[in-house]
């Protein structure tokens, strides 16, 4: 059997600071995990190693959405294709948007709710408008895995649902860090807690509670 | 009392102690040096100048316009060089040859290469052309790889992988700086206008050769004309330059200056590199080692007699200098700061100082030095007024911008107390900053006849002796960049963080 990851005793740094020690993690191709953690756990350390070893089969949500900001919402959710096309197309779309990227791009823009804003300066646009471009740029990469760094923490609950179930479908592999506990096992299929550096719980989510995951938010 | 430890009324902190050593050097320095007014009516000759500002006489226009199309077509052919080349080398600006090519590159004043360049090209145009694009391009790699390396790399980082590095490039980190890059690039166009209107001194058709000529014939209106449509012209760049019309502009330029150009003779070329700048007495050597002897006579003269005083004037009239703009700075930047003035308040005087600044210091110091014969005098008083304006304007908009408390006090109290004090490091950033492009300017000035380092050079390439010129060049060069790394030294000592765009 061969899994899309494999951890085995190591050590995650952080800014040369051990956050996460001696962590071994098995992760198989098909599974969709919620990373759940108080602040600081070590989820974006654990989700920034996990990208780094795997960069070329996955899209990633940063946290920090990493926008262009001077760029509209067009060229940025474009970026995701950057390496499917050659230079001189990429420089061409850039300066003069051709029709074929706008019709691919947008009706996924439309179904993150983003349709009118195709053009628009990300500079411009509010928090959970330019988390939903984030998202939008690692759908268009179209790979098999995605990681993603709180993808929703912005959206309200309706809006974030729907992109919840959108990231899902569209990729085969799914590792998410959360903040929403509801809405990590209403979608996901395998809880991993992270607390004190270390795994405290790695189970399937039909065995896990809410309550069951109280003690990783305690101090 | 303070069981006897001893409390110091000035706590001295370094950016004091520094700023009274600096004084004191600067002190004695204005006692050795030679300041003296020697012409016979200064005063006579001072009114007559006022009086011609006051009444400008536009008669001549199509020689002002045609004196100022000449200005703008070098200014932006050296500075779309400057600015292209000056982009290239800032992609690879990580590599030692590069940065290091680019210091001394950027060492050595645009006249010096303008009068290399017309030992072999003559008044061609590319004399002009070079001698701003070559420097222009080493300060703006320099500048341009400062401002690129400001970009966030995490847009970067969430590229897919096998992205090409130059797509990734245009699409993550060259819009980031955008906004950035084009502002420094108008300000070195700014600086451009100046550079050019001062190559006219050297016999370009631009500003500064019909000002020479005008103040030769004492047509003091006709130059105050000449003046105010090239302070207008600065001035009201922001509604000329756009974005847009640069690509005409360049091309106009191009057109204007092609007349000028004749056939250049690579004859020349090859001589002035192969033979001409080969010091003296090993040109002229048989075999062997014979001509050591000579080289050692050929340079105990040129670095004893002329270099050694060239040196010690151009330091002095420097350090007096640089403490005369400091303080000039420190008494004009309450004019353009919000704090101090109303609304038109701060518009006049942005006015006064936007003249101040946009009249290169060479053009101020000649037009002193007519006025009051040849001395250090004109020199520094120039130098003080052109970079006292820059370091108060640069002074002004970071004083208008800091949040002071409610309670505020006003006039002297707010300036002595509250302004001053939290301006103060950053006033020093500024100053420094400067210190090496005063030296080489006041190196420059010696062209005017006082003996600095320029008078030195520029005589030698009278007599035609281009050796020696090339080495004094690369002697002042040298010293410029130890001021540099002096001047980093300070800086850092004084924990000062310099904003990119000062100079």
């Avoid at chain 2, 995490?154 to 700086?177: C, E, G, I, W």
Wanted: aromatic share 12%.
């Amino acid at each position: 059997m061969s899994f899309a990851f494999e951890i085995i005793s190591a050590n995650l740094r952080y800014r040369d600071v051990d956050v996460l020690s001696d962590i071994s993690l098995f992760i198989n191709a098909g599974e969709h995990i919620a990373l759940l953690g108080k602040s600081g756990a070590g989820k974006s350390t654990l989700l920034n190693h996990l990208y780094q070893r795997q960069r070329a089969h996955t899209a990633m949500v940063p946290q920090d959405v990493a926008l262009v900001e001077a760029l509209s919402v067009f060229h940025n959710v474009y970026m995701g294709q950057l390496n499917q096309h050659r230079t001189i197309y990429n420089l061409l779309n850039l300066f003069w948007p051709q029709k074929a990227e706008i019709e691919k791009i947008h009706p996924l823009l439309e179904e993150l709710e983003l349709g009118d804003s195709l053009f628009t300066c990300t500079g411009e646009l509010s928090g959970g408008q330019k988390q939903r471009v984030a998202i939008a740029r690692a759908l268009f990469q179209k790979n098999h895995m995605l990681l993603g760094d709180e993808p929703i923490s912005a959206l309200d609950n309706v809006l974030a649902r729907k992109v919840m179930k959108i990231l899902h479908q569209q990729h085969d592999t799914v590792i998410l860090a959360m903040h929403d506990v509801e809405m990590a096992l209403c979608f996901a299929d395998r809880i991993i807690g992270i607390k004190d550096g270390a795994i405290a719980i790695d189970r399937p989510a039909e065995n896990v509670t809410a309550d069951d995951l109280m003690f990783l938010y305690e101090s | 009392m303070l069981t006897g430890s001893h409390i110091s009324l000035y706590p001295r902190s370094r950016a004091v102690k520094i700023s009274l050593i600096f004084v004191v050097i600067a002190f004695f320095c204005l006692l050795v040096s030679d300041v003296s007014v020697s012409t016979l009516h200064p005063w006579l000759e001072m009114g007559r100048f006022a009086y011609g500002m006051i009444t400008p006489d536009f008669s001549d226009y199509s020689d002002i316009g045609f004196a100022l199309l000449q200005t703008l077509a070098f200014a932006f052919t050296g500075v779309t060089l400057g600015a292209l080349v000056g982009f290239l080398l800032a992609l690879v600006f990580e590599y030692r040859l590069v940065h290091v090519s680019c210091a001394v590159l950027r060492s050595v004043h645009e006249l010096f290469w303008a009068l290399i360049f017309l030992q072999f090209f003559g008044l061609h145009p590319l004399t002009g052309v070079l001698a701003i694009g070559i420097p222009f391009s080493a300060i703006c790699a320099k500048v341009y790889a400062e401002i690129l390396e400001e970009a966030d790399s995490a847009p970067y980082d969430a590229l897919p992988k096998n992205s090409s590095r130059v797509a990734s490039f245009f699409y993550t980190r060259l819009p980031q700086v955008w906004p950035h890059l084009k502002s420094y690039t108008l300000y070195r166009l700014e600086c451009g206008l100046r550079t050019s209107a001062v190559l006219g001194f050297i016999g370009l058709p631009t500003l500064g050769f019909y000002l020479e000529v005008f103040f030769k014939q004492g047509l003091y209106s006709q130059a105050a004309a000449l003046l105010i449509t090239f302070y207008l012209l600065i001035a009201s760049m922001r509604w000329w330059l756009r974005p847009r019309l640069l690509i005409v502009y360049f091309f106009a330029s191009i057109y204007l200056l092609l007349p000028e150009a004749v056939d250049i003779d690579m004859a020349n070329v090859r001589r002035f590199f192969t033979e001409d700048i080969i010091p003296y007495p090993i040109r002229m050597a048989g075999d062997g080692f014979d001509f050591i002897p000579g080289l050692i006579d050929w340079l105990y003269e040129l670095l004893w007699v002329q270099a050694s005083d060239g040196i010690i004037q151009t330091l002095i009239l420097t350090q007096v200098s640089l403490v005369l703009s400091g303080m000039l700075a420190l008494v004009l930047f309450p004019l353009v700061t919000l704090h101090f003035q109303g609304v038109i308040g701060q518009r006049l005087g942005h006015g006064l100082l936007v003249i101040l600044r946009s009249t290169p210091e060479y053009l101020l110091a000649y037009i002193f030095l007519q006025l009051w014969g040849p001395s250090m005098l004109p020199a520094m008083i120039a130098l003080m007024l052109h970079n006292g304006a820059i370091i108060g304007h640069l002074c002004g908009r970071y004083a208008s911008e800091l949040a002071l408390p409610d309670f505020s006090t006003r006039g002297v109290n707010l300036f002595a107390w509250e302004i001053v004090p939290r301006i103060y490091p950053q006033f020093l950033a500024f100053l420094f900053y400067r210190w090496e492009i005063i030296f080489r300017e006041t190196a420059i000035l010696g062209m005017l006849g006082i003996y600095t380092l320029g008078f030195y050079v520029d005589s030698a390439f009278e007599e035609i002796r281009y050796d020696r010129a090339m080495l004094l060049i690369i002697i002042t060069a040298i010293i410029n960049i130890g001021i540099d790394s002096l001047s980093r030294r300070i800086r850092r000592y004084l924990r000062l963080k310099t904003a990119v765009q000062c100079g």
